[in-house]
Structure formats: C-alpha cells, structure tokens
C-alpha cells in the first residue's frame, strides 16, 4: 500500500532469492511507485554480502545488549584488555551510589583490605579466565560495605587475545546480614545448651538421637557420642513406649 501511494517504506527488506544455478541470494530491495503512474512501481534489488549482513546483525546485537543491559537488577561492567572500564549500565550506578562517569574513570569500589576483586579482575585479564558466584565486598560511594555476588566473562579476539571482560554483579547485602544474624544467635544457643546442667537431647520424628548435650555423662552416666545415632536405650522398658507415645504426639502438635 505505501508503494502504490508513492511512498517508500520506511526500512527496505532484506529478501531472498535464487539465481539462475539454484542458489540462495540475499538481496535488498527499495520499492517506489513510478511518477505519474500509480499502475507501475519501480523496484530495485541490491546484493547484500556476508559483511553488510554480519555488520547489521552486529549492530542488531549490540542493541539488543544495551537494551537487556539497562533493564537488568544487576551491576553490569565492561572493561577492555587493559582493566579499562568502557561500559557501565544505569543499576551498577544505582548500587554503588557513583555515577556512570565516575565508574568509568575507574573509581575503586573495591574495600582496601579485601584485595580478592582485584585479583580476579587481573587474573582474568590476565588468563581470559571466567567464573560465577563469588562472594566479596565492595564499598559504596557513602562509606558502607556492600555484599555481592560477583561473576564475571572473558570475551575472546579471533587472535585469542582479551578482549573484553563482561562483569556482572548483585547486592546480596541483606542475605549475609541475615546468615551472620542466624551464626551469632546458633552460637549463644550453642553456648547455654552446652553449659546448661540439665540433659538436652534431639531427637528425629522416627526416634533416633541426634544430639545430646555434655550434661547427658552426669545425669545418665552415658557419652553423648554413645547414643548419637541410635534409639537410645535409655528408656526403661516399664516407660519405652510412653515416651515414644509422647514424641509421636509432639510432633503432631
């Protein structure tokens, strides 16, 4: 329709077709109507060789990068082979709290004591090496630690040479807070179980101890390490089946 009103499309298909031999051509093609006859339409195939097409489909891809890039929850950063920053997407400012240009001059965000993002960045520069999933410490631009989860992608030349290092990375802050919450309070329970004069025992829905606590040599003359593992035995036989009873109803409330 907009050529038979006289107007070009906006963006010329690229179409195959085959030539005289049976082979597949690829050709662009730009369609007008003819001036003054709205009965004839002028159009004009163009070759596309294998280097306009790997230039568009290049330019397709970096596009399609930059769009999955900014919308991403994750840090994202590109550096050459030399460490040098040349991409920064909009969320790796967002948590870091620097600005683009001040990532891309290369601000440290890295803690002074904490030297293992650095060696993974030289190591990978350095042996074009990849990984994921390694937990370390940056330091945002107010002062404050910042837990991440830190995978980074070396990209090679044809020549097998760096070319560039894709690194990508996560805020998993609040996560380490609250492993380091649970380790601080399993350590006090640790310590008044363990100090505690009365027996403490565990047991599974099927019986079985899994924990007795020191108090168990001076209350039952037995080593915690003696019945870990087993069904006991403790019980007496007048009483065995109470306690088994009681357990079973525990465990439904």
Same mark, same amino acid.
């Given at each position: ?183 601080? &309070? ?26 007795? &606590? ?40």
């Amino acid at each position: 329709a907009r050529f038979l009103e006289g107007c070009p499309a906006s963006e010329n298909p690229i179409i195959d077709m085959v030539g005289k031999s049976g082979e597949e051509l690829r050709v662009e093609v730009c369609s007008v109507c003819w001036p003054g006859d709205a009965s004839l339409v002028v159009s004009i195939f163009k070759g596309v060789s294998s280097r306009e097409m790997l230039l568009d489909s290049s330019g397709r891809s970096e596009q399609l990068y930059g769009i999955l890039a900014e919308t991403m929850p994750a840090g994202i950063m590109l550096c050459d082979g030399l460490g040098k920053p040349v991409y920064v997407n909009k969320q790796a400012s967002n948590l870091t709290g620097y600005t683009i240009q001040e990532l891309m001059r290369g601000v440290l965000i890295c803690l002074s004591d904490d030297a293992q993002p650095m060696a993974i960045r030289d190591y990978a520069l350095k042996r074009g090496d990849s990984g994921s999933n390694c937990e370390t410490r940056f330091i945002r631009s107010d002062g404050r630690d910042m837990w991440v989860s830190l995978s980074w992608r070396a990209i090679l030349g044809h020549d097998g040479a760096l070319r560039l290092l894709h690194t990508l990375f996560t805020d998993i802050t609040e996560r380490k807070h609250a492993e380091q919450a649970l380790r601080e &309070s399993e350590e006090k329970y640790k310590v008044i179980v363990e100090n505690s004069r009365d027996m403490i025992m565990l047991t599974q829905p099927d019986g079985i101890i899994s924990y007795l &606590s020191p108090a168990c040599a001076e209350v039952i003359g037995h080593d915690p390490e003696d019945l870990i593992g087993t069904s006991g035995g403790i019980w007496h036989p007048d009483d065995a089946d109470f306690v088994l009873a009681a357990l079973q109803k525990s465990l439904v409330g």
